[in-house]
């Protein structure tokens, strides 16, 4: 998650200033491994923030699924946003492409207490997921934007009937609603994918406008 619409005017920066001041803050476990995240590793406004944490968190207690996946765990925050919210019977796994980051993630789900209730794997989504023989109630997608479009098609028959899937940046800094440069990957793979959702009689699907766009999905039974 980023925060790229910062400077796109003062109303907009004031607002999710008053949002954030309104919404229950992360706690000093989560505020910390943010820190930590900006400290020590590249592209740290990846992570997940204060706001989308607790919405993370509120959707897994309203749903309670059993089994939650998350495509992009970065340095663990919104897994351990998730994993916070869902039941004691409740798992996560989250995958992880980027072997660099494995030492600095294990150390913040021990230190959450949330060791039990969260599997790291790290490797390829696309072929971690075809190992795991299991169905899931949620999934959170926040990999690599170029990819939503495989992503999708390989959860899709992964899901639970009535299960969800979350997929983040979907407005993409606003990119979706301009003219795309052919050669920007990130911007087509977005737009082919939320065109994906939209054609599938399979699901239904609703665009919060939550920083970077979250689309919210739901499998039908
Ligand atoms: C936006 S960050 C995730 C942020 C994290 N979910 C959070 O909210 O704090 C995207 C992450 O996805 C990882 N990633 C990209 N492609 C992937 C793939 N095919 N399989 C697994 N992880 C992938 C990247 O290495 C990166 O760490």
Known sequence: MSNH???TGNKN?????YIEAHTTPEDQLLSELRRQTHLKVLRP???SGPIQGQLLTMICQMIRPRAVLEIGTFTGYSAICM????????????????????DFIRPWFQKANLEEKITLHIGNALQVIQQIDKKYDLVFMDGDKREYPEYYETIIEKI??????????ILWNGK??????????????????????????????????????????????
């Open 83 to 102: 994993a916070r919210g869902i039941d004691q019977e409740g798992h996560l796994d989250t995958i992880e492409r980027d072997d660099e980051l494995e």
């Open 160 to 169: 639970n009937p009535g299960g969800f899937i979350l997929a983040d940046n």
């Open 5 to 7: 619409n910062h400077h």
């Open 13 to 17: 920066f004031d607002l999710e200033k």
């Open 176 to 221: 979706v609603i301009e003219e795309p440069d052919p050669g920007d990957t990130y911007t087509l793979g977005i737009l082919r994918f939320n065109n994906m959702v939209k054609e599938d009689h399979r699901v239904e699907q609703v665009i919060l406008p939550i920083r970077d766009g979250l689309m919210m999905i739901r499998v039908k039974p």
């Open 45 to 47: 406004r990846m992570v």
